[in-house]
């Protein structure tokens, strides 16, 4: 016999997650694609310069590039929440969802190894793209730091209320994996209100830089994504005891 590892039920379940999305060649690409991305805009961020790839989409405008420094952080999460695997596992379970209710574990703790999967996807590369960029942009190490730490709680976020969608929009008498990874109604609920919250999130963080010190503006959007984060987190856990 070969050696066996030892899990807690909670990794035992996000290693589960991990296996069905290298499993499924729809699911790793439409549940990878945005960490793909956002790797890549790094490593090009890195290769051509900030201020290059700035001028470039400003067509030279005269500003000063540091105030686009507080917004690094929402520019990566733009790639990163794009899609949160958390929305479509639910619904993934399909026919198979009482296996998962006959087990003799609590049904929050299926939903932390969902939620525990995606922190584990996404903060290694959010974390690689903030990197890249504030090297790039010559973001002081103090503001990295921070700027590191939002990445991390809006991950969190990401991965919660990409849970409390998929719970709440769950859908198990799917024929087909497509009909949930992308016309799934808790995929859908889930990234449109996001992406254009982002979107407004990036202009508001890029005038705020003008007038605010950037460390201090980095640690109020850090309390604020980082209690919209623990909300959706209990709102999770209070739906997925009612499943």
Do not use: R
């Given at each position: 016999m070969n050696g066996q590892k030892k899990h807690s039920v909670i990794n035992a379940i996000a290693y589960k997650e991990f296996k069905r999305l290298t499993g499924s060649t729809t699911y790793m690409t439409n549940g990878a694609i945005g960490v793909i991305l956002a790797a890549l805009f790094g490593i090009v961020t890195l290769i051509l310069g900030f201020d290059k790839i700035v001028d470039t989409v400003t067509r030279n405008a005269p500003f000063d590039h540091a105030i686009l420094q507080p917004a690094i952080p929402f520019i990566i999460y733009f790639f990163?929440?794009?899609?949160?695997?958390?929305?479509?596992?639910?619904?993934?379970?399909?026919?198979?969802?009482?296996?998962?209710?006959?087990?003799?574990?609590?049904?929050?703790?299926?939903?932390?190894?969902?939620?525990?999967?995606?922190?584990?996807?996404?903060?290694?590369?959010?974390?690689?793209?903030?990197?890249?960029?504030?090297?790039?942009?010559?973001?002081?190490?103090?503001?990295?730091?921070?700027?590191?730490?939002?990445?991390?709680?809006?991950?969190?976020?990401?991965?919660?209320?990409g849970c409390v969608c998929g719970i709440r929009h769950m859908r198990l008498d799917w024929e087909n994996e497509i009909e949930v990874i992308k016309q799934g109604a808790a995929v859908s609920i889930y990234l449109l209100p996001n992406m254009f919250a982002v979107m407004g999130l990036v202009v508001l963080m890029v005038f705020l830089g003008m007038k605010m010190n950037h460390i201090l503006l980095s640690g109020i959007m850090i309390l604020i994504v980082a209690a919209l984060a623990a909300v959706s987190y209990l709102r999770a856990l209070s739906l997925a005891g009612r499943t």
């Open positions: 990163i929440g794009m899609m949160a695997t958390t929305a479509c596992s639910p619904s993934l379970e399909g026919k198979n969802y009482w296996i998962l209710q006959s087990l003799p574990i609590e049904k929050t703790s299926i939903y932390k190894g969902k939620m525990l999967f995606n922190m584990y996807l996404t903060v290694p590369f959010m974390i690689f793209g903030i990197l890249c960029m504030g090297i790039s942009a010559k973001v002081p190490v103090s503001e990295l730091i921070m700027d590191l730490i939002l990445g991390v709680v809006l991950c969190a976020f990401s991965t919660a209320w």
